[in-house]
């Protein structure tokens, strides 16, 4: 879990892995050179499976992501942001496939998309098999960054590209689907934080993406596919800012984040009391340990 100032996130992301059925794991929180109280809200968990790294500058996602690997040493090796929310069942249920499916090398999940004020407004799904998750390498691959739960012989055998700013998930895939195989669970694993959206990181993302993409490409029809991509960013970004702009966000943008079932909505929010009660305990008896 890298982070950063993420001060009045944490703690509950850390309930929600304290809160897993699987309950041999070390979790690794790796501060990212932050301003805020960030680092000292971990120590206040005084759980022995979890270990703060702190880095003294900003160093990003993708190097922090690198270094956790090299630091670890555990057979499987999955990933979440200081925002987000670990459904339960979670690692249970992605190590119980990776054992299940020796030829899978990444596996991961749904997501329920939260707002700022907590509420479900959605769920990403992506589509199960690896062939169909590769469908279309210089776009996208549909399979949600912050659920990923992999071998970790295979992180190390492809590290992020440090430069690839904010598509460092897409870059890795790439350079990984042909020699890899990949899955996504169809339940939700994870609640992902978007309480707001950033055009300035939706456009640096789309520009590295282009970028990247005609880098990669060859000649003949791999690169004309590569041009059309860019093509196709320039228009979404266009939308994008079309969106943002008027302020009507997610009515227009309705790909990022289709419906949410009543149920899912109803776990959700049983998911997240939970986590809530989690984090209010361990913070409080920390507070009265006598110093």
Not at 6 to 20: D, G, P
Request: net charge positive; glycine share 6%.
């Amino acid at each position: 879990m890298p982070v950063h100032n993420c001060r009045t996130t944490v703690a509950e992301s850390i309930a929600s892995i304290l809160n897993q059925t699987l309950e041999e794991w070390e979790l690794v929180v790796f501060d990212d050179g932050s301003h805020d109280e960030t680092p000292d809200v971990v120590r206040r968990f005084a759980d022995p499976r979890i270990r703060l790294v702190e880095g003294k500058t900003n160093r990003g996602l993708p190097a922090r992501l690198n270094e956790i690997v090299r630091q670890t040493s555990g057979t499987f090796f999955a990933r979440m942001d200081g925002d987000d929310i670990s459904y339960p069942n979670r690692l249970m249920r992605q190590v119980e496939f990776l054992r299940n499916h020796p030829e899978v090398d990444l596996v991961a999940g749904a997501v329920a998309v939260f707002d700022g004020n907590g509420e479900a407004i959605g769920v990403r799904r992506g589509p199960r098999k690896h062939r169909q998750i590769c469908a279309r390498p210089y776009s996208r691959f549909p399979i949600a960054h912050p659920t990923w739960l992999g071998r970790a012989d295979w992180f190390r055998r492809h590290p992020y590209r440090e430069d690839a700013v904010r598509i460092e998930d897409w870059d890795l895939l790439f350079g990984a689907y042909r020699q890899s195989r990949f899955a996504n669970l169809q339940e939700v694993v994870l609640g992902y934080s978007e309480a707001s959206l950033s055009l300035r990181k939706i456009a640096a993302a789309r520009w590295y993406h282009s970028r990247l993409v005609t880098e990669y490409a060859q000649s003949g029809p791999t690169y004309l596919r590569a041009l059309v991509e860019v093509g196709s960013q320039a228009t979404k970004l266009a939308l994008d800012a079309f969106a943002l702009g008027t302020g009507l966000n997610h009515r227009v943008l309705k790909h990022r984040v289709p419906p949410i079932s009543r149920a899912e909505a109803e776990t959700w929010r049983e998911v997240r009391k939970a986590v809530h009660e989690t984090a209010s305990q361990c913070l409080e008896e920390r507070e009265s340990v006598p110093a």
